[in-house]
C-alpha cells in the first residue's frame, strides 16, 4: 500500500533468546547463598494480580486489532493508524498505531519478539516500568519516523520493541542470542546490528519505518542507562 510505514525491521532477523547462556546471575530461590539478603542488588518487582502479564495484554490488543484491521480496514487505517496529518485531531493514533500491524508476518514477528524480549525486560524491570518503556519507546519512534517522513500511515509495534531491546541490552549485557536460530551473539552486538540496518536502508523507499526503529531503540537505550544501576 503506498504510504504505509510499517515497523517491520524487527522481520530481517528472528531473535531467540539464551537466557542462561553466559549470565551470571543466579536466580534460583536462594537455599544454597549463605545470607540472600546481604545483596541489595537483587530486586523483585511487584506482581499485578491482573491474570496477563503487561507483555501478554500487548500481546492480546495486537491480534485483537488485527481481527478489527481485517474486518474493517477502513476504520482501522483512518482511525487507528497514524497518520501524521490527521494527528492533532486524532491524538490517540499516536498510541492505538503501536497495536497495529500492517499483516499476519507483521504480526507475528513482532509478537515474537515481544514475547521473547518482552516478558524478559518484564520479569526484571516490573509491569509498570516495562509499560513505560514500551510506551515512550513507541512514541519517540512515532515522532522520530513523522520528523524525517510526515505522510503516510504509520502502524506497528517495532519502534517499541526496539525499545525494549535497547533496555534490555543494557541492563542485561549478559543475555545472548540466537540470530536466524543459529547465530549466537551478545544482545548488545545485535542491537549494532539492527541499528546499521536501518541506518544503511534509511531513504530505500522500502515502507519500513526506519528512523522509527533508530528512534524507538535510542530511547530504551536511555531508559536503560537510567535503570541499569537499580538492576
Known amino acids: 500500500m503506498k504510504g504505509l510505514f510499517v515497523y ?5 532477523a528472528i531473535f531467540l533468546r539464551d537466557l542462561w547462556k553466559g549470565s551470571d546471575r543466579d536466580y534460583g530461590d536462594g537455599w544454597d547463598d ?15 494480580s491482573l491474570p496477563l502479564t503487561c507483555s501478554g495484554m500487548i ?3 495486537c491480534v485483537i486489532l488485527f481481527l478489527v484491521r481485517l474486518a474493517a480496514p477502513f476504520f482501522a487505517f483512518n482511525y487507528l493508524a497514524l497518520n501524521p496529518a490527521l494527528v492533532m485531531s ?36 516490573g509491569e509498570n516500568r516495562f509499560l513505560m518503556v514500551f510506551i515512550v519507546s513507541g512514541l519517540v519512534a512515532a515522532f522520530g519516523q513523522m520528523a524525517v517522513v510526515p505522510v503516510g500511515f504509520m502502524l506497528g509495534a517495532s519502534g517499541a520493541l526496539y525499545g525494549v531491546m535497547g533496555c534490555l541490552a543494557v541492563i542485561a549485557p549478559e543475555i545472548r542470542v540466537l540470530l536466524f536460530f543459529v547465530i549466537p551473539m551478545s544482545i548488545r552486538a545485535s542491537v549494532v546490528l539492527f541499528a546499521i540496518l536501518d541506518f544503511t536502508m534509511m531513504g530505500s523507499a522500502d515502507s ?3 528512523m522509527a526503529h533508530i528512534s524507538g531503540l535510542v530511547a530504551g537505550l536511555v531508559f536503560g542507562e537510567t535503570m541499569k544501576r537499580r538492576y
Open 34 to 48: 549463605p545470607d540472600p539478603w546481604e545483596d541489595d542488588r537483587t530486586y523483585s518487582p511487584p506482581r499485578s
Open 8 to 12: 517491520s525491521g524487527l522481520n530481517v
Open 208 to 210: 519500513i519505518a526506519h
Open 90 to 125: 486524532r491524538p490517540w493514533t499516536l498510541i492505538t498505531h503501536m497495536f497495529m500491524h500492517a499483516n499476519f508476518n507483521h504480526l507475528f514477528f513482532n509478537m515474537i519478539f515481544l514475547f521473547f524480549f518482552g516478558t524478559e525486560l518484564e520479569r526484571r524491570i
Open 59 to 61: 500481546l492480546a490488543i
